[in-house]
């Protein structure tokens, strides 16, 4: 079957974008690949504003307590209300912080370069409640996300997120601690299999003394820094952790690890193709790593287009929230349901599962978050109250959940509240923007239209009849509005 | 994975089928007879969240160290409930002390696991998937479990959770358990005509990623249907509290006196995550389980099912030796779990109390890996291949 035009646009811009966009509809149909590539680039290509969602009370009173203090003498300069506060206030704003990089990803022109900076913040994977650390972590993945994967890799490596969530503050010249060069080969750069755990003790070794301010700011204390000669990957010598992460990255290996990972992120998730890689990550490496050439090599070819690679892919959670809103577009009065709907369907940015990120593919899709997907479209089109209870995240509610709080949320989540706004979703659609491509399309051609427009999968893949039975077809507007609804709420729609 | 639509057809028809089965009837031979054949054992997983502080829940009475480092927190001989001349339980645990003197009790002290996390997230996804603390998996023991047990069962209800949302533990690589709040309520959500037509729709072939996504959602339609079927065949008539996890344990309790074919329950409480006043939230925590738990135990033993019901309890972590300035404690590590029911081999206090001499950075350390209790109760209480779940042998206890 021969794949449209159309088809191959919305499948470039599910890729390399987070989906149509209502407004740029129309084009879809005439514009060629490679000149929607070169747009999603062109709109790129502006460096991206940094995000600073953080509390004032919380900054001035972090920067009070000056630069003199050494992280390890923090718990003796605050006082037990300080404490929380910042923990709790930090947490809040990590959550502003999740809901305007989503806004990003569904309004900003960056699309490429925001889907790509989602690549990395999950390739990333880093749990850290600091906002100031986070924030900065997630400029440098925005920021460097079309650049080059060395340098991604040098600034995760001295990010305070990272050095933090991996222990490195406590990696020692006396008390070594693994657990960053561990993850830095297993999960980064090499994978598994393909160090010993001699490598691991050693390049350990090299990154003692690597650490961070209360700023955020990469300190090396040279007095916790083994100066000692290393033997890491057969060679020996007085390295440093820059050293060690030259090595990973002149090791072919890494381009190798890289380049697959991103072919099942980009092309298909479910069937890799050994010999494209191959080709992909030699010239990946040639190119010393530069992740536009990378991109461009996979966008302007023809097999990216094939039809075993459309509608191949499951939605993660806040692809299927943005794509969503991208091509319906719509307010929402009380934004933060947006993150019951991350927790609920199990993504929460900022929030990994661990440091190998979300494992992506099937392991989205259990009984209830598949029903919960369903119900979405539904939910949002009727104001309907989302009626669902996320799991609660100790890491999260850090020792905070007392009786009280306890007792709120249960209220909340069992909707014994009145005024209960947590599960309240207040959406108003732009249906007329929304409905301006169906205009001219003639009632009986609709649901094949829609269908069309709204799934990646092939033609006739839901049959006709089952959606024209589930609409309103009092009206041309409540059908296109019902039938919308209906195709969203198809496993088909979970697919891009 | 292939499935065919026939084979679809099949299971759909089988929900139905087992209504007219002479098995049915089995439940309605009155309070003296089996409600389902003999030797069907559950598991009931009880999940304390937060990180349970072990040492205020099993108090080491006679302990100076105990008493040394929590001279705020630590509950005096006086106030618990007398296990023997070693060893208190908790008094909100009234419950657990009824059973332990009925023989129906096992605590396992010291559980826990070689380099210990203290992040809640990373020790609890560590305790359900029964991995190495420095390997990542994104399944779970229980839903390796169902992976190996579960080629051609004719539904995905052998493990069921109440929740709304389904934890990791649950998830295997091929089949995952199900998670419901109130079969009432899945049942009404998943009924929908539009779903049912799309189900009936569509059409399977090879390995397609849609294929996955179907077969989950008509699985769902059709367990959704069957549990909901369950539930109302034998109605526990027993009164529980009106808390989360009454009710919750309530709703098991009513499966397991029907036919379905569910061997694992998970059910959580939480959080136990007391920094801040310990003393008041363990009160309010451990009421509620004894509770529910008391409620659970007499109505199971009225029904004659206590023997094939093993409910085990587990928290990600335990909780630092020393109290904090702030009426709590910090995190620890080790910490006990209990084992309830009337199959236990082995009943009590299994093994020794906690060493409070030689600890890990002030926490109890490990002496019993959580992942040989997996091994005993996959192996000797569910009937399972262990290793093959485990993928490694663990030392096998008795307890069971």
Redesign the interface.
């Known amino acids: 079957m021969a794949v449209s035009n159309r088809l191959k646009n919305q499948h470039l811009l599910w890729r390399a974008a987070f989906g149509p966009m209502a407004e740029a509809q129309a084009d879809l149909d005439t514009v060629s690949q490679k000149k929607l590539w070169e747009t999603l680039v062109k709109t790129s290509a502006k460096e991206p504003e940094y995000i600073d969602v953080a509390n004032n009370v919380l900054k001035g009173l972090v920067s009070g307590i000056g630069d003199a203090v050494r992280m390890e003498n923090l718990k003796d300069k605050l006082t ?1 209300e300080d404490r929380k506060f910042i923990r709790q206030q930090s947490q809040e704003d990590l959550k502003s912080l999740n809901l305007r990089w989503m806004a990003e990803m569904i309004n900003s022109e960056s699309q490429l370069r925001e889907k790509m900076a989602f690549f990395w913040h999950g390739h990333f994977a880093c ?1 850290e409640i600091n906002i100031f650390y986070q924030q900065l972590m997630l400029q440098e993945m925005r920021s460097k996300a079309l650049t080059n994967f060395g340098d991604i890799l040098k600034a995760v490596s001295k990010s305070a997120s990272m050095l933090s969530f991996l222990n490195n503050q406590q990696n020692r010249k006396q008390h070594p601690n693994e657990n960053f060069a ?1 993850e830095v080969m297993e999960l980064f750069t090499l994978g598994r299999g393909n160090y010993t755990e001699n490598d691991i003790r050693e390049a350990a070794r090299a990154f003692t003394g690597w650490g961070f301010n209360l700023k955020g700011e990469f300190v090396f204390r040279r007095g916790q820094h083994d100066e000692g000669s290393k033997t890491i990957f057969g060679k020996t010598g007085n390295f440093d952790g820059d050293d060690v992460l030259n090595m990973l990255l002149e090791n072919k290996q890494t381009s190798k690890y890289i380049t697959r990972k991103l072919y099942k992120f980009l092309v298909n998730e ?1 069937e890799v193709d050994d010999a494209r890689v191959n080709w992909l990550a030699d010239r990946f490496y040639t190119s010393k790593y530069d992740i536009q050439s990378l991109l461009k090599d996979i966008f302007t070819s023809d097999w990216f287009y094939a039809e075993k690679n459309i ?4 939605k993660s959670p806040v692809e299927l929230i943005v794509g969503i809103r991208r091509v319906l577009p719509m307010e929402l009065q009380i934004s933060q349901v947006q993150l019951l709907f991350q ?2 369907l ?1 993504q929460v940015l900022f ?1 990994p ?4 990120g979300w ?1 992506g593919g ?2 989205w ?7 919960f997907r ?2 979405l479209p539904q939910l949002l089109k009727d104001n309907e109250t989302a009626n ?8 999260q ?7 009280k709080m ?1 007792k709120r949320d ?1 209220k909340i989540y069992n909707n014994k509240t009145p005024g209960n706004t947590a599960q309240r979703i207040m959406a108003d659609i732009n249906w007329d923007e929304y409905m301006k491509v169906y205009k001219d399309i003639p009632r009986e051609n609709l649901v094949d239209v829609m269908a069309t427009i709204l799934l990646q ?1 092939p033609d006739g ?3 006709k009849d ?1 959606v024209s ?2 609409a309103d077809a009092s009206s041309k507007e409540t059908f296109i509005k019902s039938v919308t609804v ?1 195709l969203m ?4 729609y ?2 891009c | 994975m292939v499935i065919k639509r026939r084979e679809f057809l099949q299971i759909g028809s089988l929900a139905s089928a087992s209504f007219m089965m002479p098995k049915f009837l089995k439940a309605f031979e009155g309070n003296g007879g089996k409600m389902v054949p003999p030797g069907n054992k559950v598991l009931v997983v009880l999940q304390m969240s937060g990180g349970n502080d072990g040492l205020n829940t099993v108090i080491p009475i006679r302990n100076d160290i105990y008493y040394r480092e929590r001279p705020k927190l630590g509950i005096t001989k006086e106030n618990a409930l007398l296990l023997n001349d070693e060893v208190g339980i908790n008094p909100a645990l009234s419950s657990f002390k009824e059973l332990f003197d009925q023989g129906q009790l096992g605590i396992m002290n010291s559980v826990g696991y070689p380099e210990p996390d203290r992040s809640h997230f990373r020790s609890m996804d560590i305790w359900h998937t029964a991995s190495a603390s420095n390997e990542y998996s994104s399944t779970g023991w229980l839903g390796k479990y169902l992976d190996a047990q579960c080629k051609d069962c004719d539904k995905p209800t052998q493990a069921l959770e109440l929740d709304d949302v389904l934890s990791l533990a649950l998830k295997g690589d091929n089949i995952k358990g199900l998670a419901l709040k109130d079969p009432q309520r899945l049942f009404n959500a998943s009924q929908a005509q539009y779903f049912k037509a799309l189900a009936k729709q569509h059409q399977y072939e090879h390995e397609r990623p849609a294929d996955y996504l179907y077969k989950t959602m008509a699985e769902t339609i059709s367990s959704a249907d069957y549990i909901y079927k369950q539930s109302k065949m034998h109605p526990s008539t027993e009164v529980y509290p009106n808390t989360e996890l009454g009710k919750n344990l309530k709703t098991i309790s009513s499966l397991i006196l029907s036919d379905i074919n569910t061997k694992v329950y998970y059910v959580s409480i939480g959080s136990f995550d007391t920094h801040v006043g310990q003393e008041n939230t363990q009160k309010r925590l451990f009421t509620e389980m004894s509770d529910a738990i008391r409620a659970f135990t007499n109505d199971l033993k009225k029904n004659n099912r206590f023997e094939d019901v093993l409910m085990m309890t587990f928290s990600e972590f335990g909780r630092r030796l020393t109290q904090n300035a702030s009426g709590g404690t910090d995190h620890g590590k080790g910490s006990n779990m209990f084992f309830i029911g009337g199959g236990l081999k082995q009943k009590g206090i299994l093994n020794d109390m906690p060493d409070l001499v030689n600890l890990d950075e002030g926490d109890v350390k490990y002496k019993v890996d959580f992942k040989s209790v997996y091994a005993t109760v996959l192996n000797k209480w569910l009937g399972a291949d262990d290793q093959l779940i485990l993928g490694k042998k663990y030392e096998q206890l008795n307890f069971v």
Do not use: F, W
Request: no cysteine; hydrophobic share 30%; charged share 25%.
């Open positions: 037990p749990r561990r479910n509608g191949s892919k499951i927790k609920v199990g929030y599962p661990n440091v190998a494992p099937t392991s899709i259990d009984s209830s978050s598949l029903m369903l119900r669902i209870t996320p799991k609660t995240d100790d890491d509610q850090m020792g905070m959940m007392d009786d306890a249960y999968t893949s839901i049959k089952t039975a589930a209906a709420a198809t496993p088909e979970q697919l």
